[in-house]
DNA sequence: AAATCGGGGGG
DNA sequence: CCCCCAGATTT
């Protein structure tokens, strides 16, 4: 069992103290008015938690209208394909939500006759539903007693019992989901953890959390211990190495541009791209150009001319994406190996779904 | 348990 | 530059 740091004097929390009734008055009070805090349509709930993974609010309501418009309905979101859900999608980041919550709409559709289950057990049964989000539909479009602890939740729970360590492995959740099980009120466990998210979200911030607004008050092990910000402890931090790639614009006699379409698994998958790829440990960008194009479309390259270095940061590297501009020598019959490709006109790229470093590559070669 | 998977906003 | 965000899945 996790650790409890009750060290210094200071009595170990009673989950009975948790102040329910005042952090749920606070809610009522303070709540944001959000796009999928007017409903309680399953699918849009559902669609706003796998869009708010990892993702800030702000961000995800521009989206979250523009593909509710797009597709209104779970069988609507069924009847899609791939890449008209990508597009939408695009920019959005982490893409195999996307490709998930379209397989998910299809199995809704053809094994639970259309009806979003509302069970945490069967929910997180659908692809790229997991213990949270299973938990977050489940209580706030059915109200069902369950909780739903995201990083917001487990930051307030890790401050007001003072707890020691990270807690985000499944062991760590599993503690929590004991701590919040005697405390999640019958009947309300939806906005409930709701008001742990939106406390998480605007009061007891990461860095400089706002105590003297908390309704949790004095209540709060950590703000005994006068160290608020020191839990959850945090993760060693990594550092990301430095990748460099090729981008080639390869242009036919008709101005159209070769693009590729990325393997169905991986970073950006099923996301277009231009032909290239990663260069190989001291090779030079025009070396990697010529290697990696032959390599992956099986095309010979000539009148390369560089067109800038587009810089973009994930989150285990750091891409320097060399953009070249060029044309084909000899056949321009791509190989056979590489099975999605398409010669696209300016106005067709656009509405193709890019990561946004190939998005800024045809910026830069004014596509 | 650790690595992978995006992109953007704020300090 | 750094950090973190309504996490899930794979290795």
């Not at 057990?121 to 995201?150: M, R």
């Not at 550092?239 to 080639?248: L, T």
Request: charge should be positive; aromatic fraction near 8%; hydrophobic fraction near 40%.
């Amino acid at each position: 069992m996790p650790g409890i740091s009750g060290s210094g004097g200071v009595p170990a929390p009673e989950p009975g103290s948790f102040p329910v009734e005042g952090l749920l008055a606070w809610y009522r009070l303070h709540r944001r008015s959000l796009p999928w805090r007017e409903t309680r349509d399953p699918y849009r709930v559902w669609l706003s938690e796998v869009m708010l993974q990892q993702t800030r609010v702000s961000t995800v309501v521009p989206y979250y209208e523009r593909f509710l418009n797009r597709f209104p309905t779970v069988s609507a979101l069924a009847a899609a394909s791939e890449e008209e859900v990508l597009k939408v999608w695009e920019n959005l980041g982490y893409y195999a939500r996307a490709r998930q919550l379209l397989k998910a709409a299809k199995i809704v559709v053809d094994t639970y006759a259309g009806i979003i289950p509302d069970r945490p057990e069967e929910l997180a049964g659908l692809p790229g539903v997991g213990a949270y989000t299973a938990g977050a539909v489940s209580s706030i479009a059915f109200g069902q007693d369950v909780p739903a602890i995201d990083g917001n939740v487990r930051r307030v729970l890790c401050r007001y019992f003072a707890l020691a360590g990270i807690m985000a492995d499944k062991e760590g959740l599993r503690y929590l989901s004991g701590l919040l099980a005697p405390i999640l009120p019958p009947g309300r466990a939806g906005d409930f953890n709701q008001a742990l998210m939106e406390l998480g979200a605007v009061i007891c911030l990461p860095r400089e959390p706002l105590c003297a607004d908390c309704p949790l008050g004095e209540n709060c092990l950590a703000r005994i211990h006068d160290a608020p910000e020191t839990f959850p402890s945090r993760r060693e931090k990594k550092k990301v190495p430095v990748r460099h790639a090729v981008a080639a614009v390869i242009r036919d006699p008709l101005d159209r541009v070769l693009l590729v379409k990325r393997q169905h698994r991986g970073l950006l998958a099923s996301l277009w791209k231009f032909p290239g790829g990663f260069a190989e440990p001291g090779e030079e960008p025009v070396q990697t150009l010529a290697r990696s194009v032959r390599d992956e479309t099986g095309i010979d390259i000539r009148d390369d001319v560089f067109l800038g270095t587009v810089r973009h940061a994930y989150t285990h590297f750091r891409l320097r994406l060399h953009v070249f501009s060029c044309s084909v020598s000899g056949s321009r019959q791509v190989n056979g190996s590489c099975k999605d490709y398409r010669w696209a006109f300016p106005g067709e790229i656009r509405d193709l779904p890019l990561g946004r470093a190939d998005r800024q590559a045809a910026d830069l070669a004014r596509l």
